[in-house]
């Protein structure tokens, strides 16, 4: 299976800022790479694919780079609402395989 | 609107049997896998494994393989994960998760994009 490893596991951030998670997989995916917001109680929510994909309705405040075995999400102005906790998962095989989740918090 | 609506939380006690369902609508329901996501209290997500309602087709994490079911009912266009005897381990939110497909050159992919609202199954004593 594919590893997938998130750092960090937590970060407190106030509104307003610009914050980045990093996410790494053990061995190659392209840049078969997914990013999820779930919120507390909720179920999560797709943001990304391949890698830098924003799905429809997602704001342009979300953005992700990578290829290979290394990406990141960037969150551009936090808002409330931004704060959740935020999971990377891998495509390219089966079985799909997940972060391990970033929490964002209010500083 | 695609939506995909799961069954309400169940309560069961360890060895008994359960069966939870996800009904879609808003898209040809044979046309896109279906897969199961866990998540156990207080910790991250997992890939169950995934459902192609078209031909039945099924994969199933390593780490599950054997121990759920996934089955669907395309007259209604629903979707099944079922236990046969229930452990108190698997106490978790179940969600869905219908997942696009395609192929590169070289890779043919499933990526989720649209999540059901999760099922909250508890199994204790």
């Known amino acids: 299976d594919i590893q997938m490893t998130q750092s960090p596991s937590s970060l407190s951030a106030s509104v307003g800022d610009r914050v980045t998670i990093t996410c790494r997989a053990s061995?190659?995916?392209?840049?078969?790479l997914a990013w999820f917001q779930q919120k507390p109680g909720k179920a999560p929510k797709s943001l990304i694919y391949?890698?830098?994909s924003l799905h429809s309705g997602v704001p342009s405040k979300f953005s992700g780079t990578g290829s290979g075995t290394d990406f990141t999400l960037t969150i551009r102005s936090l808002q409330p609402e931004d704060f959740a906790t935020y999971y990377c998962?891998?495509?390219?095989?089966?079985?799909?395989?997940f972060g391990g989740g970033t929490r964002v918090e209010i500083k | 609107e695609v939506q995909l609506v799961q069954s309400g939380a169940e309560a069961k006690k360890p060895g008994e049997s359960l069966k939870i369902s996800c009904k879609v609508s808003?898209?040809?329901?044979?046309?896109?896998?279906i897969g199961w996501v866990r998540q156990m209290p207080g910790k991250g997500l997992e890939w169950v494994g995934i459902?192609?309602?078209?031909?039945?087709?099924?994969t199933y994490s390593p780490s599950f393989q054997g121990q759920v079911t996934f089955s669907v009912d395309n007259s209604i266009s629903t979707a099944y994960l079922q236990w046969n005897s229930l452990k108190a381990s698997d106490t978790a939110i179940y969600y869905c998760?219908?997942?696009?497909?395609?192929?590169?050159?070289?890779?043919?992919?499933?990526?989720?994009?649209?999540w059901g609202q999760g099922t909250q199954v508890t199994v204790s004593a």
């Open positions: 998760a219908r997942h696009d497909s395609g192929c590169s050159s070289t890779t043919c992919y499933t990526l989720i994009d649209y």
């Open positions: 808003g898209y040809s329901f044979t046309s896109y896998w």
């Open positions: 459902i192609y309602p078209g031909d039945s087709a099924t």
């Open positions: 061995q190659g995916i392209n840049n078969y």
């Open positions: 391949a890698a830098s």
């Open positions: 998962q891998q495509y390219k095989s089966w079985p799909l395989t």
